[in-house]
């Protein structure tokens, strides 16, 4: 079954190995990385898989050589992708940034455990989220996709991949050890059944081309590699020649770029699931395998007679701002249960309004939420406390 070069059909399938089938079935050919629990997986998957469709599988010496090695095979043309997790994560953040200001397309997958440091090597957190946006140096807008089951870590790999191709930037996929260790069914379609966005290539006559000229989605056409146009690319703050230009005037130009070809499109890329949001009096904010841990304490709240919400964050960045700042004037407030002590609920109490209660539920990773930790907060949003 799995010497198929192309899966289709029903499976039973770790999520770390329905996060590489989600790459391989996006286009991805190549895969630089080291060799990290509870991510590990996936390359080793990776490196199984990929001779089968003509890839090629790098194992680095170090997650900084990797996240290079993708940045690399991305401009010449392949779909790249590297897997992680918190420490390892922390050494790509020079080279995300570098991927960042080059503009170049590749997935980033962090398998998170609980930190700080080596932390808990084999278990489980979602201690990583502010560093997914806030993690390499200087401004930038990124994306940040959070499955909650394997099926979830097939689908949002591809997506991952069309968003990067489609808005030129390194895509992370934060899930954690547990969507990435659990084993349930996933079902992966024919690929010509699954809607694949592949490099835009500029049509414009070698003379015209510039390889950081933009339209008004903001975002660069790529010229084919091989093909003879000539585009130059750096870490540097840079001009629509890609040549260093260290001026206000350019700074000016290309970063507020950066941050707007993602802010000004968030309605393509923000993912939510929505359940009984209208008339509620509280809402439970939750992403990745929390979203389902919540789901008790939910159903206990109903039986109380207390009429809650559910809001599921696929996308964390962007973060929905604009969506949270409408809840909050419908409803008393947010309960916000993460595996880490507050990151995202940060986001929530920055955008709700100012007579809405955000109740962190924090967790410090290696267990899931009580159910009657959860139930306590709603409770305490819908009297007021």
């Known amino acids: 079954m799995f010497q198929k070069s192309r899966l289709h059909g029903e499976f039973f399938m770790q999520g770390d190995i329905a996060c590489a089938e989600g790459a391989l079935a996006a286009g991805c050919r190549?895969?630089?990385?080291?060799?990290?629990?509870?991510?590990?997986?996936?390359a080793e998957r990776m490196a199984y898989r990929l001779p089968l469709l003509q890839g090629v599988f790098i194992q680095y010496e170090d997650e900084i050589a990797s996240m290079a090695g993708i940045l690399g095979a991305s401009w010449a043309g392949v779909k790249s992708m590297t897997a992680t997790s918190g420490p390892g994560f922390s050494l790509m953040n020079e080279n995300i940034g570098l991927g960042m200001i080059m503009e170049a397309p590749?997935?980033?997958?962090?398998?998170?455990?609980?930190?700080?440091?080596?932390?808990?090597?084999?278990?489980?957190?979602?201690?990583d989220m502010m560093q997914a946006r806030w993690g390499s140096h200087g401004d930038y807008g990124s994306i940040s996709l959070v499955p909650n089951s394997p099926q979830e870590f097939f689908d949002l790999t591809i997506t991952a991949f069309n968003f990067s191709e489609k808005y030129r930037l390194p895509v992370f996929i934060m899930a954690d050890a547990l969507v990435g260790h659990m084993t349930e069914k996933v079902v992966i379609p024919p690929v010509e059944e699954l809607e694949i966005i592949n490099r835009k290539y500029t049509n414009k006559k070698m003379e015209d081309y510039l390889p950081y000229d933009y339209g008004k989605d903001l975002i660069?056409?790529?010229?084919?590699?091989?093909?003879?146009?000539?585009?130059h690319t750096t870490g540097l703050t840079h001009d629509?020649?890609?040549?260093?230009?260290?001026t206000f005037e350019c700074q000016n130009e290309l970063v507020p770029r950066l941050v707007n070809k993602i802010k000004n499109h968030i309605d393509d890329i923000s993912l939510t699931e929505e359940y009984e949001i209208e008339g509620a009096d509280v809402i439970v904010i939750s992403y990745g395998i929390t979203s389902r841990t919540v789901l008790p304490a939910i159903t206990m709240a109903k039986k109380k007679g207390i009429k809650v919400g559910y809001l599921r964050l696929k996308t964390v960045w962007p973060f929905p701002e604009e969506k949270i700042r409408k809840l909050s004037e419908k409803v008393a407030g947010f309960a916000v249960p993460e595996m880490n002590l507050g990151q995202i609920s940060l986001e929530v109490e920055r955008c709700a309004h100012n007579d809405s209660i955000v109740k962190l539920v924090p967790h410090p990773g290696g267990a899931i939420h009580k159910f009657e930790d959860v139930l306590q907060a709603i409770e305490e949003v819908a009297h007021g406390k």
Do not use: H
């Open 220 to 231: 660069p056409d790529f010229a084919k590699a091989g093909d003879g146009y000539r585009y």
């Open 106 to 127: 590749c997935v980033v997958v962090n398998v998170q455990r609980g930190g700080p440091s080596t932390g808990l090597p084999t278990s489980w957190a979602q201690s």
């Open 30 to 42: 190549f895969f630089g990385g080291y060799p990290i629990t509870p991510a590990s997986e996936i």
């Open 240 to 246: 629509k020649r890609g040549y260093p230009d260290m």
